[in-house]
């Protein structure tokens, strides 16, 4: 498609399948998109190869239906996946999956919570943070969690556009900051 990104091609391809799918699958059907779509963005050489025209087109299937089978993805999706192949588009594959997941969000209000900490969190500890910061976006949230001890204490929540903290590490850049100024 002359003048137009792999970026809009891709999402040209997720608006599409959530326009004639998007009401069939459940929030947990979209997480499984986005662990696939973060699978893919890791092993680029897999596309590589379903690119290569001298892989025969049944073989090429069969490693598309063992991998929606290894992350619990529906046939919808795997014949978007089949035409993205038809379309010699397959390398936008996980461009295409974070795209879908990420306009299901925009649509059902829904932002994807990091919560980082010092030290490992309590289920308690772990709600308390999802309630904060669904009161103070107005979002449904999905919350993630690791552990840095580099925060040396406290706690970091982030979304693609909110950021909250309050950790000793940053108390530091703060001091650092002042005393540089």
Not at 147 to 152: S, T
Request: glycine share 2%; with cysteine; aromatic share 14%.
């Amino acid at each position: 498609m002359i003048g137009f990104s792999q970026s809009d091609i891709a999402k040209r391809y997720a608006h599409a399948y959530l326009n004639v799918f998007g009401d069939q699958h459940t929030f947990q059907d979209f997480c499984s998109m986005w662990r696939a779509s973060q699978f893919l963005s890791e092993h680029h050489s897999l596309l590589f190869y379903l690119s290569l025209p001298m892989i025969n087109e049944v073989d090429k299937k069969r490693f598309i239906d063992l991998f929606f089978e290894k992350f619990h993805l529906f046939d919808s999706l795997k014949q978007l996946f089949y035409l993205l192949l038809k379309n010699k588009h397959i390398f936008l594959a996980p461009d295409t999956l974070r795209d879908i997941y990420g306009l299901y969000k925009i649509k059902h209000n829904i932002a994807d919570l990091q919560v980082t900490s010092s030290i490992d969190l309590s289920e308690s500890m772990m709600q308390e943070f999802k309630d904060f910061f669904t009161k103070l976006s107005g979002q449904k949230v999905v919350v993630r969690h690791t552990v840095n001890p580099a925060l040396i204490a406290g706690v970091r929540m982030q979304t693609e556009t909110l950021l909250w903290e309050n950790s000793i590490a940053q108390q530091l850049r703060k001091l650092k900051q002042e005393l540089i100024a």
